[in-house]
Antibody
Framework: QVQLQESGPGLVKPSQTLSLTCTVS??????????WSWIRQHPGKGLEWIGY???????FYNPSLKSRVTISVDTSKNHFSLKLSSVTAADTAVYYC????????????WGQGTLVSVSS | DIQMTQSPSSLSGSVGDRVTITCRAS??????LNWYQQKPGKAPKLLIY???NLQTGVPSRFSGSGSGSDFTLTISSLQPEDFATYYC?????????FGQGTKLEIK
C-alpha cells in the first residue's frame, strides 16, 4: 500500500532554510488525482496547513507563509519537498506530509511526522 | 481565510456514551468539511470526508452531518480507543484551515 515518509534535518539554525522531503512508496506520485500536502503542528498545538502541490507542479500555499515557502515535486524520484526560509523559533513544529484526494476531499494518508527544532 | 471554530474545546465521556462535537465555519463551505482523530505522538487520521462520508476502515459508530456553515461529528457509543483529539478542516478554499481541536477524555 502507499506510504509516505518524511526526511530531513531535525535541527535548523535561525535565519536558515528548513528543507524536508516526503518520499512516496508503493505508488506513483504522478498517478493523478492527488494533491501532495504539507501540514505542521506546533508543540502542544493544533494543525496548520502549509500548502500542496500537484504532480504537474501547480502549487497552493498558505498566505501566512507564502513569502517563505516553496513546495516542489520530483516525479523521477517519486518525492516532493518543502523549503521554508528565514526560520525562527516559531517554526519549531512537527511537520507532516500527507495526500489529499482531489484537493478537497481530506487528507487520507499521512507520514509519521518529523520534529524540526529551530535553535542556534 | 475561513475560520473554523470547534466546540467544546474539551469534553469527558464514559465508554458507551454518545458524544457530539460541533464545528462552525466563518462562511459557508458547502459540504467541504472533514474530520480527523489524533492520538498523542501520532499523525491525524481521516474519519469523515465531505461532511458525511465515512472513510474506509473507520467504524460505523462515527458519523458526520451538516452543510453550509454548521457541522457535527457524532460518536454513537464511545469505545476506549476513541479517547483522542478531534479536528475539523475545511477544504472549500485555500488555505485549508483546521479547527482548534476538541480533546475527548475519559470521565
Amino acid at each position: 500500500q502507499v506510504q509516505l515518509q518524511e526526511s530531513g534535518p531535525g535541527l535548523v539554525k535561525p535565519s536558515q532554510t528548513l528543507s524536508l522531503t516526503c518520499t512516496v512508496s508503493g505508488g506513483s506520485i504522478s498517478s493523478g488525482g492527488f494533491y501532495w500536502s504539507w501540514i505542521r503542528q506546533h508543540p502542544g498545538k493544533g494543525l496548520e496547513w502549509i500548502g500542496y502541490i500537484y504532480y504537474t507542479g501547480s502549487t497552493f500555499y498558505n498566505p501566512s507563509l507564502k513569502s517563505r515557502v516553496t513546495i516542489s515535486v520530483d516525479t523521477s524520484k517519486n518525492h516532493f519537498s518543502l523549503k521554508l526560509s528565514s526560520v525562527t523559533a516559531a517554526d519549531t513544529a512537527v511537520y507532516y506530509c500527507a495526500r489529499d484526494y482531489g484537493g478537497n476531499s481530506g487528507l487520507d494518508l499521512w507520514g509519521q511526522g518529523t520534529l524540526v527544532s529551530v535553535s542556534s | 481565510d475561513i475560520q473554523m471554530t470547534q466546540s467544546p474545546s474539551s469534553l469527558s465521556g464514559s465508554v458507551g456514551d454518545r458524544v457530539t462535537i460541533t464545528c462552525r465555519a466563518s462562511q459557508r463551505i458547502a459540504s467541504y468539511l472533514n474530520w480527523y482523530q489524533q492520538k498523542p505522538g501520532k499523525a491525524p487520521k481521516l474519519l469523515i470526508y465531505t461532511a458525511s462520508n465515512l472513510q474506509t476502515g473507520v467504524p460505523s459508530r462515527f458519523s458526520g452531518s451538516g452543510s453550509g456553515s454548521d457541522f457535527t461529528l457524532t460518536i454513537s457509543s464511545l469505545q476506549p480507543e476513541d479517547f483522542a483529539t478531534y479536528y475539523c478542516q475545511q477544504t472549500y478554499s485555500t488555505p485549508h484551515t483546521f479547527g482548534q481541536g476538541t480533546k475527548l477524555e475519559i470521565k
